[in-house]
């Protein structure tokens, strides 16, 4: 099991935006230790999502849930683990919904972000298929708040009220 050390705000590789992830790419054993140290990371920390640029990886992936329980948000029910490549996501319906976010980047901060309730988003998956679902609540912020490290976005940039915790 292989830890990455976390960028932290004030990073400039969490300020760029991450490049496309080509076909070839997504079968390399590279690839793919990346993607299971990311995992690792994640659940290391204790977080619900990680971004390859939030580990010095200037690529567009992401890693979400993987958990029954999580101890930074007890109180959202259980994600499953996605793994997305080169992810997009747009509004399913147009309603949005604040509520407290964190980041492994910016640790002990939370703030209120409005996000879409309910998104369809797709990309590949760790061995290249091609992903197109729905997700909704607390497991469709993640996919946005990772999406956004992928575009150089930290969370305190779309948040209010910002607070110690």
């Avoid at 567009?60 to 080169?86: A, F, M, S």
Wanted: net charge negative; proline share 5%.
């Amino acid at each position: 099991m292989m830890i990455l050390n976390i960028e932290k705000i004030g990073s400039s590789a969490l300020k760029k935006l991450a490049q496309l992830v080509t076909t070839e790419e997504i079968q390399t054993e590279a690839m793919q230790k990346l993607i299971s140290a990311m995992i690792s990371t994640m659940r290391y920390h204790e977080g619900v999502g990680i971004a390859a640029p939030q580990v010095s990886v200037n690529k567009q992936i992401i890693c979400v849930g993987g958990y029954e329980k999580n101890k930074r948000y007890p109180e959202q029910p259980p994600v499953p683990l996605i793994i997305l490549i080169n992810p997009q996501y747009e509004p399913y319906e147009n309603n949005f919904v604040d509520d407290a976010e964190g980041c492994l980047s910016i640790p002990g901060k939370r703030g209120t972000v409005a996000r879409f309730q309910k998104i369809k988003y797709s990309g590949y998956d760790q061995y290249g298929s091609f992903i197109d679902a729905v997700a909704e609540d607390f497991f469709a912020r993640i996919i946005q708040h990772e999406i956004d490290h992928l575009n150089g976005i930290l969370f305190i940039e779309k948040a209010k009220d910002i607070v110690d915790i």
